[in-house]
């Protein structure tokens, strides 16, 4: 989604930039850049901080339901980055493979950089352009990448934090948009209020 508004498919020479300064994507606090181009590596991060106070807008767009509400947003941050990588990923790919003279493989990389100025890991893979081949990408479904993403691995530490917020997303869209039904913002994981 994303990736297409910097390069229309095959028009830009690899290694070029996959969003510029003006993209959505920027302004939402994403960044993505290749940091090496032999051998390919992409590294993207979200400011934590930028992301979130754009979630109204990014609501508004339709990427989020229009039930992530202000106690939703607060009570999930990691759920909700978590999701816009889901979503946003495949576009990143397919704009670098589609680059004239893209590698045959590439590592790729997700970081967040949380209100205190740290740097968390996400996720890291390794995509090939044969498997990128294979997908259509007209008719491409979430979830379409997993099997075909090599080497995967998910920080543990952001996995349960996002499984942690999942659990409290799935209670409370169940029950509608009442802040009343999130935990408070400051319960660990598995508390009883």
């Not at 989604?1 to 229309?8: E, F, V």
């Not at 939402?28 to 590294?43: F, M």
């Not at 100025?117 to 979430?142: K, N």
């Not at 993403?149 to 920080?155: G, H, T």
Request: aromatic share 8%.
């Amino acid at each position: 989604m994303w990736a297409a508004t910097a390069h229309a498919a095959g028009t830009a020479s690899y290694p070029a930039p996959l969003t510029d300064a003006r993209s959505t994507a920027h302004a939402w606090g994403v960044e993505t850049r290749i940091t090496s181009a032999v051998p390919c590596r992409v590294a993207f991060g979200i400011n934590q901080t930028t992301f979130m106070a754009h979630v109204p807008e990014m609501v508004r767009a339709g990427l989020f339901s229009t039930q992530v509400t202000p106690a939703l947003r607060q009570a999930a941050p990691h759920y909700l980055m978590n999701a816009m990588q889901t979503d946003v990923t495949p576009g990143f790919v397919h704009a670098l493979f589609t680059q004239r003279g893209a590698p045959a493989r590439c590592h790729f990389t997700w970081s967040y950089t949380a209100p205190d100025g740290r740097s968390h890991p996400m996720l890291d893979f390794d995509f090939t352009r044969q498997a990128h081949d294979r997908i259509d990408w007209t008719h491409m479904e979430l979830g379409a990448m997993t099997s075909d993403m090599q080497n995967p691995v998910v920080d543990p530490i952001f996995d349960a934090l996002v499984n942690q917020e999942t659990v409290d997303v799935t209670i409370a869209l169940a029950h509608g948009p009442d802040p009343a039904d999130l935990p408070p913002p400051d319960q660990k994981p598995g508390m009883v209020p």
